[in-house]
T-cell receptor
């Protein structure tokens, strides 16, 4: 069983819809990251969380340490949000990644 | 300020050959981590270096090795390449290696 589980694996939405991507982890962590990966491979760090909630533009990330669960929300989704979203956790001296959620937003 | 830079961006090698990938961290970052991302999967941790010392190693064979230089740049070496080594190799840097990673754009290695 992967230590970092994401759901769904694939998600297709219409432009304007509210998107939620979930991440559950089974290890003790110091921080959780939400990353965005576009075709071609480059990864952009969206959020780093150790508690509570963060917001940046149309993106909101939350984490519940007790339940070992985090969510990434995208409000008013747009085709340019189409990418793979990866949840990753810091555990001691390495980072463990989920398999990613492939989001496609259709106009 | 330049971000994390990796070179080369793309590389094609033949089975059995050796390859060296390079990573320059953000100025001031002392930790560099390497990850392998096979198509369709999340990245897998290979190595972490901090202050030129290996701090962590993932579940990869001894064909994989790395080092960090006094200027904190790093090289990842893979010997005796296998077809299964074809992947995107990502480098990330941070101040201490505990949090706040910045990723490079990766080197896409194809082994034929």
């Amino acid at each position: 069983k992967n230590e970092v589980e994401q759901s769904p694996q694939n998600l297709t939405a219409q432009e304007g819809e509210f998107i939620t991507i979930n991440c559950s982890y089974s290890v003790g962590i110091s921080a959780l990251h939400w990353l965005q990966q576009h075709p071609g491979g480059g990864i952009v760090s969206l959020f780093m969380l150790s508690s509570g909630k963060k917001k940046h533009g149309r993106l909101i990330a939350t984490i519940n340490i007790q339940e070992k669960h985090s969510s990434l929300h995208i409000t008013a989704s747009h085709p340019r949000d189409s990418a793979v979203y990866i949840c990753a956790v810091d555990e001691k001296n390495d980072m463990r990644f989920g398999a990613g959620t492939r989001l496609t937003v259709k106009p | 300020d330049a971000g994390v830079t990796q070179s080369p961006t793309h590389l094609i090698k033949t089975r059995g050959q050796q390859v060296t990938l390079r990573c320059s961290p953000i100025s001031g970052h002392k930790s560099v981590s390497w990850y392998q991302q096979v198509l369709g999967q999340g990245p897998q941790f290979i190595f972490q270096y901090y202050e030129k010392e290996e701090r962590g190693r993932g579940n990869f064979p001894d064909r994989f090795s790395a080092r960090q230089f006094p200027n904190y740049s790093s090289e990842l070496n893979v010997n005796a390449l296998l077809l299964g080594d074809s992947a995107l190799y990502l480098c990330a840097s941070s101040w201490t290696g505990n949090y706040g990673y910045t990723f490079g754009s990766g080197t896409r290695l194809t082994v034929v």
